[in-house]
């Protein structure tokens, strides 16, 4: 395999247990990602996302994963010295910067926030350090962005060299049509294709919107070295509720090789 096409996947995807549509209680969610750092899956960061209302729970229980991220969804930001936490994950709050947002954190040196927006609304100056975060899908039709609004959001990234996270919705390697909401779902090798896209100065949204497997296999095959760096430099990660499918169906795609 070539050195290009592991370092599009490797390091890829966050720990996102505790979230819809799997939601798994903390025991569970904690003792899965301790069963996936002792197999050493390379596809995952073994970053475990935690809501900052959750982190007294996760506090009371023995094991401690190797990072965590702090998804703020509480009026004031808890105390996390204790815990290995690396990057903060917050809303941009309606009329505030994000200079003012990491102002106002003042997050220690080692962490980085990153600030969540809409993918049509970018015209946000993002200081040195901190980087973007953008919603692929939720739990409703219209928490999926358009493949043109998602590619813009990417382009904007890329153009100005702001490092971004992705989150929800990307269930799967290939985009696909879900008919319990009645919308495509973006595809996560999509996301990573469209990335490296924009890297080479093409228009990021044709690979989003495509669904055509074969085709998606090939290009991937294809990213020259340097391009896959600077590519997965951009896009740090994205966070799944599930960490076994994204490493098998790349796995199905031959992507990537098995891991026992």
Known sequence: MDLGTMMLYTALVDDAGLFPPTSLHMDEALARNQRDLERGNPVLTHRFLCPASRIDRLRGIAYRPRRIGLIVDTSELPPFDDLPVDIVEMPLPDGESIQALADRLGLPDGVRLFAEVAPRKL??????????????????????????????????????????????????????????????????????????????????????????????????????????????????????????????????????????
Request: aromatic share 4%; with cysteine.
């Open 123 to 260: 015209g946000v100056e993002v200081p040195d350090g901190v980087g973007l975060k953008v919603r692929c899908g939720g739990l409703t039709a219209e928490a999926f962005p358009t493949a043109e609004h998602l590619g813009t959001f990417i382009k904007h990234c890329v153009e100005r060299d702001v490092p971004f996270k992705a989150t929800a919705g990307l269930h799967h390697a290939v985009r696909h049509f879900d008919p319990s909401l009645g919308v495509d779902r973006h595809g996560f090798l999509n996301l990573v294709l469209a990335v490296c896209e924009a890297v080479e100065g093409r228009d990021p949204a044709s690979v989003l919107r495509s669904t055509d497997v074969g085709h998606l296999v090939r290009l991937a095959h294809t990213v020259p070295e340097q391009t896959a760096k600077r590519a997965r430099r951009l896009l740090v990660s994205y966070g799944s509720c599930n960490t076994s499918t994204p490493a098998e169906d790349l796995q199905a795609l031959g992507l990537i090789e098995e891991i026992t």
